[in-house]
């Protein structure tokens, strides 16, 4: 029967798209030569092993939200679920190369992107689990089928292609969910005051002085107005 090895050998962006994806590089390897993979079919889960590496006092205030108070870590950090992912590998001998696509969001109520957004450096290790199908030919010629169960490998993601991969697709952008009823106020707000931008409105805002004229900030020339489609939880960037 076939013996599985899994092993991450890298990560990287993936060509410019409708959204950010990570490609992470997988290798497998079937340590029994006797039989010929006709096919594998797997799932991949992973998990951000946020226990395992140190952090820096500014990378501790912002992941609070995470953990809780950095003194009770050693009873609330634990593995996170990142994402699940699939792949589908073809007929091979031996070794053979996957992409795992990865895709990405700026949404801070998923706890995955407050975490990457959190770490300022040094790698983040990550877990992954593999399950699934091995199609192979037994020696009779016959196409079996044996369950993939067990398998696991550790890959140490440097978060700066985290944030390489989101920079290329929302430049100096970071993205805020609002209930819909929060977010009539804010707009009514920044059309009351005539402020030209999200950002404006914000600033005011959080200098609680809401009678003041608002800051006229110099734009960058590829800065523009985001178009607003309503929807239950509405997002504005800033």
């Given at each position: 029967?076939?013996?599985?090895?899994?092993?991450?050998?890298?990560?990287?962006?993936?060509?410019?798209?409708?959204?950010?994806?990570?490609?992470?590089?997988?290798?497998?390897?079937?340590?029994?030569?006797?039989?010929?993979?006709?096919?594998?079919?797997?799932?991949?889960?992973?998990?951000?092993?946020?226990?395992?590496?140190?952090?820096?006092?500014?990378?501790?205030?912002?992941?609070?939200?995470?953990?809780?108070?950095?003194?009770?870590?050693?009873?609330?950090?634990?593995?996170?679920?990142?994402?699940?992912?699939?792949?589908?590998?073809?007929?091979?001998?031996?070794?053979?190369?996957?992409?795992?696509?990865?895709?990405?969001?700026?949404?801070?109520?998923?706890?995955?992107?407050?975490?990457?957004?959190?770490?300022?450096?040094?790698?983040?290790?990550?877990?992954?689990?593999?399950?699934?199908?091995?199609?192979?030919?037994?020696?009779?010629?016959?196409?079996?089928?044996?369950?993939?169960?067990?398998?696991?490998?550790?890959?140490?993601?440097?978060?700066?292609?985290?944030?390489?991969?989101?920079?290329?697709?929302?430049?100096?952008?970071?993205?805020?969910?609002?209930?819909?009823?929060?977010?009539?106020?804010?707009?009514?707000?920044?059309?009351?005051?005539?402020i030209p931008s999200w950002d404006e409105a914000v600033e005011?805002?959080?200098?609680?002085?809401?009678?003041?004229?608002?800051?006229?900030?110099?734009?960058?020339?590829?800065e523009r107005e985001l178009p607003f489609t309503a929807r239950?939880?509405?997002?504005?960037?800033?």
């Amino acid at each position: 029967m076939p013996n599985l090895e899994f092993q991450i050998t890298g990560v990287e962006a993936a060509p410019p798209g409708i959204a950010p994806v990570l490609n992470f590089h997988l290798a497998v390897n079937n340590r029994s030569l006797t039989e010929e993979v006709r096919a594998v079919m797997l799932q991949v889960e992973i998990q951000i092993q946020a226990g395992r590496r140190n952090y820096n006092s500014r990378e501790k205030e912002k992941l609070c939200e995470i953990f809780g108070p950095p003194e009770r870590w050693s009873q609330t950090i634990r593995n996170r679920l990142w994402t699940v992912t699939h792949a589908k590998l073809g007929k091979f001998s031996g070794t053979t190369k996957a992409i795992l696509p990865v895709a990405c969001t700026f949404d801070l109520n998923v706890t995955a992107t407050k975490y990457f957004y959190g770490i300022e450096d040094g790698p983040v290790p990550l877990q992954f689990g593999f399950k699934g199908t091995v199609f192979y030919a037994a020696s009779d010629g016959w196409l079996q089928a044996q369950p993939i169960q067990d398998k696991e490998c550790v890959f140490p993601m440097p978060p700066r292609v985290w944030r390489e991969t989101l920079d290329e697709h929302f430049p100096n952008s970071a993205w805020l969910s609002l209930h819909r009823d929060v977010f009539d106020r804010l707009y009514a707000f920044k059309r009351q005051r005539g402020i030209p931008s999200w950002d404006e409105a914000v600033e005011l805002l959080l200098a609680g002085d809401t009678k003041k004229e608002p800051r006229r900030r110099k734009t960058d020339q590829n800065e523009r107005e985001l178009p607003f489609t309503a929807r239950e939880n509405t997002t504005v960037t800033a």
